[in-house]
């Protein structure tokens, strides 16, 4: 069964139509690779998956239940706060800026959702954290601020914190995209490593190389539709369609 499934998915801001009926599945412990030109609306369908946006028409189930609403006496009702919420925390997402808490220790930032919002005990969470920040590649550095941080370490601490929810999904958007070029390979190191240990991923990159070594299928998109979609073997390297080609010229 598919953990995401977005069935004829459309949203408009203003009279203008950014998503235009957008199909994709993604499969437990699958990684997809969201690729296209910038204004496609891959940030706007992955913050429509992470009730950031609500859609116009269509359909999106998370683990099958459907983004936005909730089954009540046999009939779907739009959410309440709270059941937004509780459907979010099951969802990481690692944006291109990593906006952690700047007075706030990289420890700090990983443990605080966990004490916080899921109410583990504080020795537990401050655990998890330091275990966290060690699989980032982080254990020296687990009582720095932010600010004494790179772009590349503090890119890793949002994700530790974004799986300190144990969340069963996790969407990335452009996570290497604001990050100087040597710092790049650090963060898809992490992000190979949680590909290999079975987290069901959506990434937003203009990293082929990752897309390549990692993803199950490659999702290419082009003015709010799928292009194509399939295994990287065929999307990267036989692409069908003229306008993928066009793409893949230009970022490869
Ligand atoms: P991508 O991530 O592929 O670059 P986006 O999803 O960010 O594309 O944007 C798709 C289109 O939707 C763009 O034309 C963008 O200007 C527009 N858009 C995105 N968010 C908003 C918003 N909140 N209000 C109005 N227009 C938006
Ligand atoms: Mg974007």
């Known amino acids: 069964m598919s953990l995401v499934s977005a069935v004829g998915v459309r949203k408009s801001f203003g009279g203008v139509e950014v998503l235009r009926g957008v199909d994709l599945e993604v499969a437990a412990g699958e990684v997809v690779c969201l690729l296209g030109p910038s204004g496609a609306g891959k940030s706007t369908f992955l913050r ?5 946006e609500t859609i116009d028409a269509g359909r999106i189930r998370v683990d099958g239940t459907p983004v936005g609403f909730a089954e009540r006496g046999g ?8 059941e937004v919420a509780r459907q979010r925390r099951d969802i990481g997402m690692v944006f291109q800026r990593f906006n952690l808490f700047p007075h706030r220790t990289a420890l700090e930032n990983v443990a605080e959702g966990p004490a916080r919002v899921l109410r583990v005990p504080r020795g537990t969470a401050f655990d998890e954290a330091r275990a966290l920040l060690a699989r980032v590649g982080l254990a020296d550095k687990v009582d720095a601020y932010p600010h004494q941080l ?3 370490q503090q890119q890793r601490v949002a994700i530790a914190r974004a ?23 650090e963060v898809l190191d992490v992000m190979v490593d949680l590909a290999r240990a079975g987290m069901t991923m959506v990434v937003v990159t203009h990293e082929i190389g990752f897309a390549r070594q990692v993803a199950d299928s490659v999702v290419f998109m082009v003015d709010g ?7 990287p073997a065929q999307v990267l390297d036989n692409p ?13």
Do not use: I, W, Y
Request: with cysteine.
């Open 150 to 152: 790179s772009g590349g």
């Open 225 to 231: 539709a799928v292009v194509e979609a399939g295994p």
């Open 75 to 82: 009939r779907l009702h739009e959410l309440r706060e709270r």
């Open 48 to 52: 429509c998956v992470n009730h950031l």
């Open 163 to 185: 799986l300190a929810m144990k969340p069963k999904l996790m969407l990335f958007d452009e996570p290497t995209s604001a990050l100087d070029p040597e710092l790049v390979g």
């Open 240 to 252: 069908r369609r003229q306008r993928t080609k066009q793409f893949l010229a230009k970022v490869l």
